[in-house]
């Protein structure tokens, strides 16, 4: 089973925490960072971001076993082995290659969720910068829940649909749809959605592209 997850923006804590949106209607939709950490936990799960812009051009990120510690561990987030052709935005979600260290040193690995209400020191200047929710690995490398803006685009800061290793920071991506799976579970399992962009790619087209 995939669980789809989507940017919603600029959102208080709580509605990060309990969910928002409706999985049926063509809105942004968000399945709640509790119900994430519950699904984490339970097993193993791999994470995929099917990523869209406005040429239709397509990538993709995917991440082995995929965790969201609970609220008091500020629902951070670890990520296992990166694969895909859209580049690894979060690296500081998921242990380094093997030999090397990342700069957070031992026992740190894994990024905290952030709102506006309930930044964590080291996101405040992030917060400020792009309004929205999100785990921020390194400010704007990646962020999902960006303001949404038609692809290339102008402001103060660099605050659109970010995944700096595909576009880089000035290019908002049209949609983009999150999905987290049993590692068990075949390609063909039946999917749900847990999150959405406003113009999204549709999960279950998106579906052959799972392998």
């Avoid at 968000?30 to 193993?44: C, E, F, K, M, V």
């Avoid at 799960?45 to 812009?53: C, G, P, R, V």
């Avoid at 960006?146 to 102008?154: A, D, I, L």
């Avoid at 959605?193 to 998106?206: C, S």
Wanted: one cysteine or more.
């Amino acid at each position: 089973m995939w669980v789809c997850l989507s940017p919603s923006l600029y959102r208080a804590w709580v509605e990060y925490k309990h969910g928002f949106g409706d999985s049926e209607s063509d809105g942004e939709f968000w399945l709640g960072n509790d119900p994430l950490h519950y699904l984490t936990s339970q097993g193993d799960y791999n994470l995929k971001i099917n990523m869209e812009d406005f040429d239709g051009n397509q990538r993709f990120a995917k991440y082995k076993n995929v965790k969201v510690d609970d609220e008091k561990n500020q629902y951070k987030l670890h990520l296992g082995e990166y694969t895909g052709n859209a580049g690894d935005a979060l690296p500081e979600a998921h242990p380094p290659p093997s030999g090397q260290w990342n700069s957070l040193g031992a026992g740190q690995l894994g990024v905290k969720f952030s709102t506006y209400d309930h930044p964590n020191k080291d996101d405040e200047k992030c917060i400020r910068h792009d309004m929205s929710g999100w785990w921020f690995s390194k400010c704007e490398s990646g962020n999902l829940n960006g303001h949404y803006y038609n692809g290339p685009y102008q402001a103060v800061m660099d605050d659109g649909v970010v995944w700096y290793t595909w576009h880089g920071w000035w290019y908002s991506i049209k949609s983009v749809v999150m999905m987290i799976r049993a590692s068990d579970v075949h390609p063909a399992g039946s999917d749900v959605q847990l999150t959405r962009t406003p113009d999204d790619i549709d999960p279950v087209r998106a579906l052959p592209q799972l392998g």
